[in-house]
T-cell receptor
């Protein structure tokens, strides 16, 4: 069984730039959720994708967008980066309709300067 | 989703049982109790969840009071590797196409296992 993987591990961007983060879900899982974790805080839900469509969204602006592909992998895109976007971005995969038992990847550390 | 209250931090001696409390006095009938933990520099890890009955798996036991207003996560024989932030999360049962809310992580309990 392959776990959740994310790339890249670390990333440094400049304010105003755009970034794309990638996630491969655990084998057999059809749903991907993305979370943002600022330093010293718990993860905050950004959105979830199921059947290649957004299936739920937290309190994040539209410049946070995503994609899910037929193989269930996913991308998180952030436009017009702000300094406050500096955080650990976590991807979690699960099977929709079963439970909130989610399996997280190691995260991508994004630094915006 | 119901709010939860957890102690900020706890210590436990290695080899002893670690008992982590969670108060969720406003929990409603269809809400489950989930526990996750996050070891430093890693993504959160699912531990266990339950509705009414006590639950046990290879990682931990979950004890839910009869009135469901509080619960306790028990790590039976804590090791140094169990040092982590433990999150108690209460949320509705499975969603079905109506939109997901995602997990709401609070501040959790920082459990420190002492050698």
């Amino acid at each position: 069984e392959t776990g959740v993987t994310q790339s890249p591990t670390h990333l440094i961007k400049t304010r105003g730039q755009q970034v794309t983060l990638r996630c491969s879900s655990q084998s057999g899982h059809n749903t991907v959720s993305w979370y943002q974790q600022a330093l010293g805080q718990g993860p905050q839900f950004i959105f979830q994708y199921y059947r290649e469509e957004e299936n739920g969204r937290g309190n994040f602006p539209p410049r946070f967008s995503g994609l899910q592909f037929p193989n269930y992998s996913s991308e998180l895109n952030v436009n017009a980066l702000e300094l406050d976007d500096s955080a650990l971005y976590l991807c979690a995969s699960s099977m929709t309709g079963e439970s909130y038992e989610q399996y997280f990847g190691p995260g991508t550390r994004l630094t915006v300067t | 989703d119901a709010k939860t209250t957890q102690p900020t931090s706890m210590d436990c001696a290695e080899g002893r049982a670690a008992n982590l409390p969670c108060n969720h006095s406003t929990i409603s009938g269809n809400e489950y109790v989930y526990w996750y933990r996050q070891i430093h520099s890693q993504g959160p890890q699912y531990i266990i969840h339950g509705l009414k009955n006590n639950e046990t798996n290879e990682m931990a036991s979950l004890i839910i009071t009869e009135d469901r207003k509080s619960s306790t996560l028990i790590l039976p024989h804590a090791t140094l590797r169990d040092t982590a932030v433990y999150y108690c999360i209460v949320l509705s049962s499975m969603y079905s196409g109506g939109g997901a809310d995602g997990l709401t992580f609070g501040k959790g309990t920082h459990l420190i296992i002492q050698p």
